[in-house]
């Protein structure tokens, strides 16, 4: 540090005290004499000064004052590409609940690359909080890719019921009626499964109380988008790039995968 | 500053902690390569150019400290009294660097109290890397002694963090920490070190530079936003630019200047953006916010166009954002995408590096400029009347003779009696704000402070920080009665390494903040706010080894200083100022920018 002895730190400071003059005007009077300053802060208050007319809503929205700011909530689904390594799903987890976004389902689970995995999110929020979930999930450093599907993408989720076996017959129409499957039969119980869509599967269990659920599980959804089209960038930049075989389903050019493991990153 | 700190240790210390690097004789049998985990971690540090780490020991780190002392032309280290230190002295070392300041700390307790300056670094997005010690892997999960799951417990706050659990991996995670430490937008991550791995022989060394895959800091803004964002800008009439502390960690200072001065736009900072444009610039309102400037929060508030760069628009800056820069068409600049519209809504994202979206927009208004002719003289009255409104709210402060000392004018006494780049650390509180009020700052990493966490004690274990990244700068913390006494210990610390830093502790004798609410909001209820007694603090400067000052009349308050700042070492100077004072302007917690109290009455 710059130490200051003798005279040339004394020159030293009366330079640096005229240059602060120069600079902040009459402002250093008060160093001559505290008590000629005995005066706080001065201006027009609140009440007399000019005040902006115009408003923002709370999502920080600039809205038409007039007007009440509304931002109604929706439901859609996100889809993660993201690495398949521990603790990604709670770092997703950890994020949802940090920054109090309204997830009804999470999924995750394999792709075709061994090295990946694929979170699907149920969410219902407003269009500001929508575009946050993206890109708060695309932040994070193990997430590959992040979309939001649209309506016509593909959906399904799947229940698991176990129904008490009284009337057998019946259960066995609905069944069919939802296009479900029994996967046991005992005496006392029937166990069942359905697949569809959110609110196909909302039906069915409805449906199949009539026969008293003793007992409920359900997944989150899955979902892919329709077509030819690519679910995440990063799917369709890997995929473009690799020419996959779709019979083998395997990467044609080996060499351009990107997540070898312990491989160094060359992308910069 | 490695240098100065052995040389200047105690004997003692040089007996209880041997330290052989930068001594060649003593590099006899030394494998070139990387022999164990923890070399290959302190190997990473080395090559990633970190000169200075700060720590405290402890059992599951000892491997790595073992490695550190044996390796060559390795980081000094800086024994820290208290691990939460540590990491502040880390995090203000990487404000002051820009490089990421590094901290260790072994496993359970060592790493739990390093949380609070993990939380810290990433509320600020400062470059910092932790290293924690872990219990074996073969006894994770079973609740060993001193085991916390670190890894879990930092997720939140941390960039990223690793645990290291394979020897030949450990070389290339913790080069891969450091750097992403560093890049985009800066932030904590953390290293988690079993110590059986970094006790186990390994070939792998690190790999300088190494990022994770698909990360991705963006570089310039896309150009059809740029043009769009120039649009909005030229057609302003009421411009402000609001830059933030993303200007200061993107070094875009200079960037900023060109742009300020070619286009005559008047300039308002946030907190962590101080420095970020001189303060004494003709266009420069200071900072804005609940404790800023009157010019600065009236600017913000009535302009149609804010050119906001790399700020995440906190709270204490907006207000309610429902009265933030209503009427202002915004465009947001910042490194990350998703500080976009997170909590004000951008009409235009540029989303890139500060420095090079600055020259974008700025190239773009040029060419502009040149082809429309419309020059700054349109914004005549709008500079005048932020010049009006300046000359309206001047930061004066009442100062009677007759009375106790006013902590302003400690402030600027001691601003008067240092160099322009003289770097400021505060702890949190009223003494924070007045130190960033009443100091002219006018060069960026100059303003070292806890801001988004609002940590309390930041200011001792960030002054060592900040000294050991800049040792021939003058430091001074600013430090109130409250915040001094959380981390006080590390005034051993800086007598141990004779940091020639000064305290300057504006003793109220009160947590003088809450203090404040609760006359403003409590009724005036003084709840655990009010001390009734403190401890003296020049003994308890002297007992640790530092210099110790006390004053308390506006007689002794530039010589006091004078000495404390004279004196080679660390001294602590006990400011005993008016208890009544408060701090104002002030926007009460989610309050109109427009409508800022100028004293409690106004609330």
Sequence with gaps: MSRRNGEAAEAEDAADADDADDAEDGANSQFADPSER?????????????????????????????AEASHPARRTTISALV???????????????????????????????????????????????????????????????????????????????????????AVESVVEMFDGEVLDAQPGTVTVEVTGSSAEVDRAVEAFQRFGVRELTRTGTAALARGNEWTTHAEEERYERQRIDPRTN??????????????????D | MSERARTAARPTEEAAEPRDDDRPESSDDQPAEPATGADAAIAALTAADVEHVFGVQGGAIMPVYDALANAEAGPSHVTMA????????????????????????????????????????????????????????????????????????????????????????????VSEAVELAGTGRPGPTLVDLPKDATTTETDAGPEPGRLPTY????????????????????????????????????????????????????VVTTMPGIGSVPEDHERCLSWAGMHGTGAANMAISHTDCLFAIGTRFDDRLTGGVETFAPGAEVIHADIDAAEISKNVEADHALVGDAAAVI????????????????????????????????????????????????????????????????????????????????W???????????????????????????????PDREVVCFEGDGSFLMTVQELSVAARENLDITVVVLNNEAIGMVRQWQDAFFEGRHTASEYGWVPEFEPIAEAFGAKGFTLDHYDEVADTLEAAFDYDGPSVVDAQIDPRENVYPMVPSGGDNSGFALSEEQL
């Design chain 1, 83 to 169: 690495k398949h390594e521990p603790g990604v799903l709670a770092e997703v987890a950890g994020l949802v609940s940090r920054r109090q976004f309204d997830i009804d389902s999470l999924t995750v689970g394999p792709t075709t690359n061994p090295e990946t995995a694929r979170m699907t999110l149920t969410i219902e929020e407003p269009e500001p909080g929508v575009r946050q979930v993206e890109k708060q999930l695309e932040k994070l450093v193990p997430v590959i890719s992040v979309r939001e599907l649209g309506r016509d993408a593909v959906r399904r989720e799947l229940a698991v019921l176990k129904v008490h076996d009284d009337r057998p017959a």
């Design chain 2, 359 to 438: 020259e974008q927009v700025h190239e773009k208004l040029d060419s502009r400029v040149e082809a429309a002719d419309t020059s700054s003289d349109r914004h005549a009255d709008w500079r005048e009347q932020c010049r009006e409104w300046e000359a309206e709210y001047p930061m004066t402060y009442a100062a009677p003779k007759d009375e106790p000392v006013k902590p302003q004018f400690v402030v600027e006494v001691a601003d008067e009696a240092t160099p322009d780049d003289a770097i400021v650390t505060t702890g949190v509180g009223q003494h924070q704000m007045w130190a960033a009020q009443y």
């Design chain 2, 215 to 266: 990360y991705d800091a963006p570089e310039k803004a896309d150009e059809a936003a740029v043009e769009a964002a120039a649009e909005a800008f030229a057609r302003a009439e009421r411009p402000v630019v609001l830059a933030g502390g993303g200007v200061v960690k993107a070094d875009a200072a200079p960037e900023l200047r060109a742009f300020v001065d070619a286009f005559d736009v008047p």
């Design chain 2, 82 to 173: 208290h691990e939460q230190a540590a990491a502040h002295a880390a995090d203000a070392y990487g404000q002051v660097t820009g490089t990421p300041g590094v901290c260790m700390a072994t496993s359970g307790p060592g790493a739990t109290n390093l949380v609070t300056g993990i939380a810290d670094a990433d509320m600020d997005s400062d470059p910092f890397v932790a290293l924690t010690g872990q219990v074996p892997t073969e006894f994770l999960g079973n609740d060993a002694f001193q085991e916390t799951d670190t890894v879990g417990v930092t997720r939140p706050i941390t960039k990223e963090n690793y645990f290291a659990g394979d020897a030949d991996r450990i070389g290339a995670t």
């Design chain 1, 250 to 267: 395997r990467a044609t050019d080996q060499s351009t995968t990107e997540t070898a493991p312990g491989a160094p990153t060359d992308d």
């Design chain 1, 38 to 66: 005995r005066e706080g802060l001065t201006g027009p208050g609140p009440d007399d000064r000019p005040r902006p007319a115009e408003r923002r809503s709370k999502q920080g929205v600039r809205i038409d004052p007039e």
């Design chain 2, 440 to 470: 002219t700052y006018r060069d960026p990493r100059c303003w070292v402070s806890s801001h988004g966490l609002g940590t309390m004690g930041y200011g001792l274990p960030a002054a060592i920080g900040a000294k050991v990244a800049a």
